[in-house]
């Protein structure tokens, strides 16, 4: 992982809307007006989601 | 109009987003059946597909967006859920679905009143999805949800009511609004839970599924429409024994032989 990478910018390489998307790192949800300070380090594990059509 | 925790909707048809071919068609249908509140799933970003983004399909000035727990098989993961749908979409609006057995989807009452009882007190408006069991209803509401909702039938099963008896129960005990969920296959089963007095019902499957998924969504919007007008109107009761609907005197013919009178 490159050095300094934020949410934001992971966000961006995977072309997803960061408004569109909920991220938790380590199990804590990140809010989203901390996507833009939050910076991944090594081993950290990123779920990415978001809202599908259900019942 | 219904009112939901404060909030007063126009329609009384609440529609899942679930199993549509396509966004187009889901966006279409739910304009065609004028419902204002809408079911949504969380699942993990498919990166195969990462334009496929219900959120921009829907205009949520005009459609409240009502995030499910599916999938979630107790309260702990239910939970997690509820906190991951506050984030995504901005709101304390929560369907809770508890369904321990992937099987029959049937929801955990006991795990469904745990959660019920720990999200109230964290803000969010709970709907618990749940069996057809009056008591339940009675203990859901007593911790602060916000409505119940019972199922028809099992999830997906199109068969509609399958306990008219306990449903009745509970519309008659309830003093939050009830919305019957699941299993409601044809307009007539909404019919049929609006005339038994249900503030609401949600529909998907049978939407989405319909061969003509615009039209069978306007079909379920007159039929919720008949159902509540039916029940305000106040329905005749029911008798096991005839009663002429035209004058019986003054009928000038003879017995009839094989009649006993």
Redesign the interface.
């Given at each position: 992982m490159e050095n300094g990478l934020t949410l934001v910018d992971l966000l961006t390489e995977l072309n997803l809307e960061p408004g569109t998307v909920v991220a938790e790192i380590n199990t804590k949800i990140i809010e989203q007006d901390q996507y833009e300070q939050e910076v991944l380090r090594d081993g950290d594990s990123v779920e990415l989601i978001r809202f599908v059509g259900g019942g | 109009m219904l009112t939901i925790a404060s909030t007063t909707f126009k329609s009384r048809l609440f529609v899942?987003?679930?199993?549509?071919s396509s966004a187009a068609e889901?966006k279409q249908a739910i304009e065609a059946s004028e419902s204002q509140m809408v079911?949504?799933?969380?699942?993990?970003?498919d990166?195969e597909n990462?334009?496929?983004?219900?959120?921009?399909a829907l205009d949520r000035d005009k459609i409240c967006?009502l995030?499910?727990t599916?999938g979630a098989r107790d309260a702990e993961e239910a939970i997690r859920l509820a906190?991951?749908a506050r984030?995504?979409?901005n709101t304390p609006w929560l369907k809770l679905e508890v369904t321990p057995d992937p099987r029959t989807l049937l929801p955990d009452p006991v795990d469904t009143l745990k959660a019920t009882e720990q999200l109230v007190k964290e803000g969010f408006i709970v709907l618990p999805y749940m069996n057809v069991d009056p008591v339940l209803a009675l203990r859901l509401q007593d911790v602060g949800a916000a409505a119940v909702m019972p199922l028809g039938s099992p999830?997906?099963t199109n068969m509609g009511i399958s306990n008219k008896l306990q449903l009745e129960i509970i519309i008659e005990q309830a003093r939050v609004p009830v919305v019957v969920d699941?299993g409601l296959g044809a307009p007539s089963h909404a019919t049929e839970a609006m005339e038994m007095g249900a503030d609401a019902v949600?529909v998907?499957?049978a939407i989405a599924v319909a061969g003509d998924p615009i039209r069978m969504a306007k079909a379920f919007r007159d039929a919720v429409h008949a159902g509540r007008e039916a029940f305000e109107a106040g329905l005749g009761r029911q008798s096991t024994s005839a009663s002429a609907s035209s004058p019986e005197t003054n009928i000038s013919t003879p017995n009839l032989d094989f009649i006993s009178n």
């Open positions: - | 899942g987003t679930g199993k549509f889901m079911t949504v799933a969380l699942r993990r970003v990166l990462p334009e496929d983004d219900i959120m921009t967006f995030p499910n599916s906190h991951l984030a995504a979409g999830i997906g699941a949600l998907n499957t």
